[in-house]
């Protein structure tokens, strides 16, 4: 079957997207595929851009065509690849919402397109929307507790991560190790205590990439423990904060100062980690008021766009271009979390011709 060739491939610079497998009907989710909050969303005030609508409508992750075409699109735009949340039940010995990850393995095959692995601890969210409450610290919601789960060696798991990795189109360092992302070392870490660095060192053969925010305790052991380098997911938001709404460009200048925090910090290659924006309101039932909590009732930059969107991927170009590493977005399509560049009825393909821009 001929190839299909990404032409963007032969820079230098690299740009890779977080990839979300919540957009299909699975057996874990009692509450179904994610589009069934998305579309339901409300705003919360006037000028809040809910509910998000795809231009393509409400897909189904796991059918091959949608893959196909999803695959396509990003490699027109310039993008090389996927990161692709991995979860693993340790209870019960098997994965979970990994559908789209094995139809995106198999079709995958028939691009210059790569992928790699984002193994979250904890477990995706059963029901959603989260239920609103006085629970204080998120930490304290019952359905964070019951998501929250204990490392135990396990075999089928590191056979199941090795199977995956060695894909001819898995993502690979400058080395040849492939990647592989850890979120978060610092719930491991809380977990596991010391045992983190035996943990961790099941993978030596893999670039461990360590996901972490500025403030992670863990970032100058990270070297020492056995992490290879170090990436964010989304640092674009101060979730600290005490404003309910936060600007686009006021958040894209703090993001220099979050970057350089963390590599002032370790000697660790750092991939700095570009997102389209931040709203968290599908997750959460619709409160009254706009109120700051816990995830999901937190912050929320309301006036996300390509515009501040570009401005902070040319921040993370100069970095990554000095530092020679690759650039990471979130997300391709986080939906339900408000920071995705797939086309929507808004925008549009406006968020991929920036990262086009970008390489040209």
């Known amino acids: 079957m001929h190839k299909f060739v990404n032409e963007k491939s032969s820079g230098i610079l690299k740009v890779f997207a977080y990839y979300y497998p ?19 969303s409300k705003p919360r005030k006037k000028g809040h851009y809910q509910p998000r609508i795809p231009v393509v409508g409400y897909y189904d992750q796991c059918n091959p065509n949608s893959c196909r075409e999803q695959i396509e699109l990003a490699i027109k735009y310039g993008i090389n690849g996927f990161m692709i949340c991995y979860y693993w039940d340790f209870e019960n010995s098997k994965p979970v919402m990994n559908q789209p990850l094995d139809n995106l393995m198999e079709v995958i095959k028939d691009f210059d397109f790569e992928f790699n692995l984002l193994w979250v601890l904890r477990l995706p969210h059963r029901y959603l929307p989260i239920e609103n409450g006085k629970y204080g610290n998120y930490r304290n919601h019952p359905w964070f507790k019951k998501r929250i789960q204990s490392y135990r060696k396990d075999l ?21 190790k492939p990647i592989f992302q850890v979120y978060s070392i610092s719930e491991l870490i809380d977990l596991m205590g010391s045992e983190t660095k035996n943990i961790l060192n099941y993978f030596n053969e893999f670039n461990i990439q360590g996901v972490c925010g500025s403030e992670d305790s863990w970032i ?17 938001v101060d979730f600290n904060s005490q404003k ?14 979050v970057w350089n925090q963390i590599c002032s910090r370790s000697i660790l290659p750092f991939y700095p980690s570009v997102a389209s924006g931040w709203d968290a309101s599908p997750r959460g039932t619709y409160a009254r008021g706009f109120r700051i909590k816990k ?17 902070n991927l040319v921040l993370a170009r100069d970095l ?14 986080e939906w339900s979390e408000g ?10 393909n406006s968020f991929l011709e920036k990262v086009l821009n970008l390489k040209q």
Not at 157 to 174: G, L, M, S, T, V
């Open 22 to 40: 919540g957009f299909f009907d699975d057996e874990y989710r009692a509450s179904g595929t994610e589009w069934n909050i998305v579309k339901s």
């Open 156 to 176: 089928r798991f590191e056979a199941e991560i090795n199977r995956i990795c060695a894909h001819p189109n898995y993502r690979k360092d400058q080395l040849g």
């Open 220 to 236: 100058e052991d990270a070297k020492a423990m056995g992490v290879d380098s170090l990436t964010t997911y989304v640092t674009l």
């Open 244 to 257: 309910v709404i936060l600007k686009h460009s006021e958040c894209v200048k703090e993001q220099t100062g």
């Open 295 to 311: 995830f999901p009732w937190s912050p929320v930059v309301i006036d996300a766009n390509p515009s501040d969107f570009e401005d």
């Open 320 to 333: 990554a271009t000095k530092n020679d590493v690759d650039i990471h977005i979130a997300s391709w399509n």
């Open 339 to 348: 920071h995705y560049i797939e086309p929507d009825e808004k925008f549009g």
